[in-house]
């Protein structure tokens, strides 16, 4: 799907992704950046590097797999992968992403481009009416996964976006409770909790 005749750069090419999208029908009247994604090859020093440079912290860490998510692709078809994350903030999330077994995109990603940031997402109020609006839309669904959420809500689907603006966008809905992390940790502490 083209977007423009050529990639774009920075806030510039956020700001066509989402006029894009949302020309298609995928998101909502007022968008809301959820959170910003970036792939590691090792989570803990990761942390560690975000809490010390950053100032990011406390993180949430958490394993997510066929044991967690149901309904899980890898371009377009049936999938099991696994990965560990690690959440901070709220307005957008920062999410670090480790993968364990895939393939994912996330493999992908880092056999491509390397560690770093691997997307932005935005919050839709249904994952199944997102899916639906940006395939009929023209977007390819490079992956998703859903039940995250302690009663089985809650899911997320990567958009094939990077032609256009070299990020993929993921579209995320959050579910209404939470799992409890496996840990909770700061940097300083980050062994001690491992």
């Known amino acids: ?103 994912s995109i996330y493999h992908d990603w880092l056999d491509a481009h390397g560690e770093g940031l691997h997307h932005v997402a935005i919050e839709v109020p249904s994952i199944s009416e997102g899916i639906a609006t940006a395939t009929r839309a023209g977007f390819e669904i490079l992956q998703s996964g859903r039940g995250y959420g302690l009663d089985g809500d809650g899911g997320f689907a990567y958009l094939d976006t990077y032609e256009q603006v070299r990020i993929i966008v993921e579209l995320l809905e959050f579910p209404k409770r939470r799992r409890e992390p496996e840990t909770v940790c700061f940097p300083e502490g980050l062994r001690r909790h491992l």
């Open 1 to 103: 799907m083209g977007v423009n005749e050529g990639p774009l750069t920075g806030a510039e090419s956020f700001a066509q992704i989402v006029r894009t999208v949302r020309t298609a029908g995928v998101l909502g009247a007022a968008p809301r950046i959820a959170q910003v994604g970036v792939v590691t090859r090792d989570l803990e020093r990761s942390v560690r590097a975000f809490g010390e440079l950053i100032g990011l912290s406390p993180w949430s860490l958490y394993t997510y797999g066929p044991e967690l998510l149901r309904e899980m692709t890898y371009h377009g078809s049936p999938a099991e992968y696994s990965m560990r994350i690690a959440l901070t903030g709220s307005d957008p999330v920062v999410e670090l992403i480790e993968p364990l077994t895939g393939p």
